[in-house]
């Protein structure tokens, strides 16, 4: 770790999963309990996805860097850390100490990998001097969005630990497997991007061709696929029945719209359009898994405009990107089960575009604005993955997308709240 990104971890003054800041600790003289606190944040360190970093010397009430003493600065020892910490993980991984003198004040920092093969198990009780358990033998800790650490408690937090268990298994194997592959390269992954690249500028024609350019109004673009391009993955029947099978139909209006007078097949595929006034909207799904969508905002018609801006509203975000992600479950478990799926979600035209709610039972107050023109998401996420959290994911981009916004108080809970009404069509 370089000094530039010690300060950039001091600069972010927001803890996470992969991120905690204390105070002050001395190493030396801490209680055997304090310690194993510690040593309880670094085991779930190694059991979160990107490991996580523990900073000592930042203010507890407002993460400002007031820097460590000397003493408990020179109290933080790589060897005497690692000791301890093996006394209770199994197998024994390390951590990585750095201390830094950075604008004159100290700072510690404790870089902890993700575990390599197998998962970090405590394998040893300890006990505070009150007799609280600090550490259990034979618990899984794991570090949380809210950033803290706990004892895996759901199924679903062990599906997705298991989950991540079996990848890095499997990646460890592959590359054992690429090193006994000599003089052959592994092409096919870009040969891939290639082949899907052909088939996203054959949408881009035939949208055009059906919708126009849209140039005055906002709209979602959307582009999913699997990670491996395979040309015949699907035939156009298949492609038939599991659209229709597997469309999301929360609000009365279907997710992707089917409008049957524009509805056929093509030569690679199928594909529909429709264009009203103040709605078009156009869709491909390829053979080869490519889905391929745009449509326009329906705050873009004019009676929604305030102050004469064009506007978006902030409940249509959150029941768009769940009924998004709700078909890209439904859909692709049914077309590339064991696979990787790209998504990548785009908003256009929003810049100096407000966000509004136009639901009267909300009191909703603020100036948010972006700034930008187009907002672009990208996202890979195992099959297993999106099958187990898939609201949780469009949570994740509907939170980034209102930041790019300037609203940086709406919260987890906010977001799922309105998911949780559209799913049971409670408008």
Same mark, same amino acid.
């Given at each position: 770790?370089?000094?530039?990104?010690?300060?950039?971890?001091?600069?972010?003054?927001?803890?996470?999963?992969?991120?905690?800041?204390?105070?002050?600790?001395?190493?030396?003289?801490?209680l055997?309990?304090?310690?194993?606190?510690v040593?309880?944040?670094?085991?779930?360190?190694?059991?979160?996805?990107?490991?996580?970093?523990?900073?000592?010397?930042?203010?507890?009430?407002?993460f400002?860097?007031?820097?460590?003493?000397?003493?408990?600065?020179?109290?933080?020892?790589?060897?005497?850390?690692?000791?301890?910490?093996?006394?209770?993980?199994?197998?024994?991984?390390s951590?990585?100490?750095?201390?830094?003198?950075?604008?004159?004040?100290?700072?510690v920092?404790?870089?902890?990998?993700?575990?390599?093969?197998?998962?970090?198990?405590?394998? @040893?009780?300890?006990h505070?001097q009150?007799n609280?358990?600090i550490?259990?033998?034979?618990?899984?800790?794991?570090?949380?969005?809210?950033?803290?650490?706990?004892?895996?408690?759901?199924?679903?937090?062990?599906?997705?630990?298991?989950?991540?268990?079996?990848?890095?298994?499997? @990646?460890?194997?592959?590359?054992?497997?690429?090193?006994?592959?000599?003089?052959?390269?592994l092409?096919?992954?870009?040969?891939?991007?290639?082949?899907?690249?052909?088939?996203?500028?054959?949408?881009?024609?035939?949208?055009?061709?059906?919708?126009?350019?849209?140039k005055?109004?906002?709209?979602?673009?959307?582009?999913?696929?699997?990670?491996?391009?395979?040309?015949?993955?699907?035939?156009?029947?298949?492609?038939?029945?599991?659209?229709?099978?597997?469309?999301?139909?929360?609000?009365?209006?279907?997710?992707?719209?089917?409008?049957?007078? @524009?509805?056929?097949?093509?030569?690679?595929?199928?594909?529909?359009?429709?264009?009203?006034?103040?709605?078009?909207?156009?869709?491909r799904?390829?053979?080869?898994?490519?889905?391929?969508?745009?449509?326009?905002?329906?705050?873009?018609?004019?009676?929604?405009?305030?102050?004469?801006?064009?506007?978006?509203d902030?409940?249509?975000?959150?029941?768009?990107?769940?009924e998004?992600?709700?078909?890209f479950?439904?859909?692709?478990?049914?077309?590339?089960?064991?696979?990787?799926?790209?998504?990548n979600?785009?908003?256009? @035209?929003?810049?100096?575009?407000?966000l509004?709610?136009?639901?009267?039972?909300?009191?909703?107050?603020?100036?948010?604005?972006?700034?930008?023109?187009?907002?672009?998401?990208?996202?890979?996420?195992?099959?297993?993955?999106?099958?187990?959290?898939?609201?949780?994911?469009?949570n994740?981009?509907?939170?980034?997308?209102?930041?790019?916004?300037?609203?940086?108080?709406?919260?987890?809970?906010?977001?799922?709240?309105?998911?949780?009404?559209?799913l049971?069509?409670?408008?």
């Amino acid at each position: 770790m370089t000094e530039k990104e010690a300060k950039e971890l001091l600069l972010r003054k927001n803890e996470s999963k992969n991120l905690d800041y204390k105070e002050k600790f001395n190493w030396d003289n801490a209680l055997k309990s304090e310690k194993g606190q510690v040593i309880k944040d670094i085991i779930a360190m190694f059991n979160t996805q990107d490991g996580g970093k523990i900073v000592f010397g930042v203010r507890d009430k407002d993460f400002e860097f007031i820097g460590l003493s000397k003493e408990d600065f020179e109290s933080f020892d790589s060897t005497k850390i690692n000791d301890l910490l093996h006394n209770y993980t199994d197998p024994e991984y390390s951590c990585l100490i750095y201390k830094f003198n950075i604008d004159e004040k100290y700072v510690v920092i404790i870089d902890v990998p993700e575990f390599k093969e197998l998962p970090v198990i405590c394998k @040893n009780n300890l006990h505070s001097q009150d007799n609280k358990l600090i550490l259990q033998e034979g618990q899984i800790y794991i570090r949380t969005e809210k950033a803290t650490t706990e004892v895996i408690s759901s199924s679903e937090q062990m599906r997705e630990f298991l989950n991540r268990a079996i990848r890095r298994k499997s @990646n460890e194997l592959l590359e054992n497997i690429k090193k006994l592959i000599e003089g052959k390269s592994l092409t096919y992954s870009q040969e891939s991007k290639e082949r899907y690249k052909l088939e996203f500028e054959q949408y881009s024609i035939f949208a055009t061709e059906k919708i126009g350019i849209i140039k005055d109004k906002g709209y979602w673009k959307i582009f999913a696929y699997p990670e491996n391009y395979i040309h015949n993955r699907l035939d156009q029947k298949k492609i038939k029945e599991l659209v229709e099978k597997n469309k999301v139909d929360l609000r009365g209006w279907d997710f992707p719209h089917i409008d049957y007078k @524009n509805t056929t097949n093509f030569n690679n595929g199928r594909q529909s359009f429709a264009k009203w006034e103040y709605h078009t909207e156009a869709w491909r799904f390829y053979n080869s898994g490519l889905f391929a969508w745009v449509s326009t905002f329906g705050e873009d018609d004019k009676s929604f405009r305030k102050d004469g801006k064009q506007v978006l509203d902030f409940i249509n975000v959150i029941y768009s990107l769940t009924e998004f992600f709700l078909f890209f479950k439904r859909y692709y478990q049914e077309v590339s089960r064991n696979s990787y799926l790209n998504i990548n979600i785009t908003l256009v @035209n929003v810049d100096n575009r407000k966000l509004i709610c136009l639901n009267p039972e909300v009191n909703f107050h603020g100036n948010y604005f972006s700034l930008e023109k187009t907002l672009t998401y990208e996202m890979k996420i195992d099959m297993i993955d999106l099958t187990s959290s898939w609201k949780e994911k469009a949570n994740e981009i509907a939170r980034k997308i209102f930041l790019a916004f300037n609203w940086d108080t709406i919260s987890e809970e906010t977001i799922s709240y309105w998911q949780e009404r559209l799913l049971k069509k409670d408008f």
